[in-house]
């Protein structure tokens, strides 16, 4: 049984900062990485920032330089600092991970577990 929980969403103004907070559980799995998706309204959910077991890091363009994920892997648990808030970034904002079997079976994969999403709204 695996399971997803975000929390940290809310209603800020540009230029605030918020950070979301992703805790995974799971039993016996390996955890071949986690990320964040978002989901703006009438668009495509896209990833926007990923992060790997050696805490390599994947930005998108449009968060590069004010987002920065970080995680513990002790309680498999992944954060997003966002700072510079822009009205832009109002989505919903989707943890990941992917988890397989052991993790020797993480090469070539991708994510395949999601949590339910929170809101981040930035508006003035």
């Known amino acids: 049984q695996v399971q997803l929980v975000e929390s940290g969403g809310g209603s800020v103004q540009p230029g605030q900062s918020l950070k979301l907070s992703c805790v995974a559980s799971y039993r016996t799995f390996g955890n071949c990485g986690m990320g964040w998706y978002r989901q703006a309204p009438g668009k495509k959910r896209v990833l926007i920032s990923s992060?790997?077991?050696?805490?390599?890091?994947f930005y998108s363009d449009s968060v590069k330089g004010r987002f920065t994920i970080s995680q513990d892997l002790a309680t498999n648990t992944i954060y997003l600092q966002m700072n510079s808030l822009k009205t832009d970034d109002t989505a919903v904002y989707y943890c990941?991970?992917?988890?397989?079997?052991?993790?020797?079976?993480?090469?070539?994969?991708?994510?395949?577990?999601w949590g339910q999403g929170t809101q981040v709204t930035v508006s003035s």
């Open positions: 990941a991970a992917n988890l397989r079997e052991s993790a020797r079976l993480c090469r070539g994969t991708t994510f395949n577990y």
């Open positions: 992060i790997g077991r050696d805490h390599s890091t």
